[in-house]
Every structure is written in structure tokens, then in C-alpha cells.
């Protein structure tokens, strides 16, 4: 069983950054892939980035390409995902997620119903 904790959401002006953490306790996270997401009032939770268990790869939802950057560090059991020119509709709760099965392409790794483990969120709110 493994345990997320997000951290580091809030409030920031738009043009802001934010860097959101997961931790995770309960077992190491070495062989999860990890993803994060978002969900704002009214929408469903969409993706919005995620990384290989090996750090080598990452993979992001097209509108936030340039802007977040996730990584990881296995050692500290922890996920990062940098969050930069900070927009109001980027306003939202962001979760991460971690799953252990073998995931082949974009598809995978963005798709909700493929992670097994979630934390609770973190908020994040982009004032104009």
C-alpha cells in the first residue's frame, strides 16, 4: 500500500510559480510510475503530467508543455511537479498518483483509471 501526500499548493498571482511535492510513505516509490492531476469546480479530473519510475521519461498534457516540469527523486520518496506562468484556469485541486503496472505509451500514463494509488490534493488558486 502505498500513501501520497501533495504539498505546496495556494494562492499566487497569475504569472506566478508554484512547486507542488508529493511524498510518499508505506513503500518506496522506485518502481511507481507517478502522475499528476487536476480538478476544477464543475470539470472532471484531467492529466497534466507524468514520469517514468525511472525519472527518463516524462510526459505532459499538451497545454502545459514548457510551463510545469515534473520530476522526481527517488531517494526522498518524493514527486515534483514546477508549475510556472501560472494562469487562472490553472486554478484547480492537483493530485498525484502512483501505479506499479508496465504502461507503454501516452495513453497510459494519462489515463485516470490506470493509477491505483491517490493522494488527497493540494489546492491551488491563480488569482487574475
Known amino acids: 500500500q502505498v500513501q501520497l501526500v501533495e504539498s505546496g499548493g495556494g494562492l499566487v498571482q497569475a504569472g506566478g510559480s508554484l512547486r507542488l511535492s508529493c511524498a510518499a510513505s508505506?513503500?518506496?516509490?522506485?518502481?511507481?510510475?507517478m502522475g499528476w492531476f487536476r480538478q476544477a469546480p464543475g470539470k472532471e479530473r484531467e492529466f497534466v503530467a507524468a514520469?517514468?519510475?525511472?525519472?527518463?521519461?516524462?510526459y505532459y498534457r499538451d497545454s502545459m508543455k514548457g510551463l510545469f516540469t515534473i520530476s522526481r527523486d527517488n531517494a526522498k520518496n518524493t514527486v515534483y511537479l514546477q508549475m510556472n506562468s501560472l494562469k487562472p484556469e490553472d486554478t484547480a485541486v492537483y493530485y498525484c498518483?502512483?501505479?506499479?503496472?508496465?504502461?507503454?505509451?501516452?495513453?497510459?500514463?494519462?489515463?485516470?483509471?490506470?493509477?491505483?494509488?491517490w493522494g488527497q490534493g493540494t489546492q491551488v488558486t491563480v488569482s487574475s
Open positions: 498518483a502512483a501505479d506499479s503496472r508496465v504502461k507503454l505509451a501516452y495513453s497510459d500514463y494519462s489515463a485516470r483509471h490506470k493509477y491505483d494509488y
Open positions: 514520469i517514468t519510475w525511472s525519472g527518463g521519461v516524462t
Open positions: 508505506g513503500r518506496t516509490l522506485t518502481y511507481y510510475h
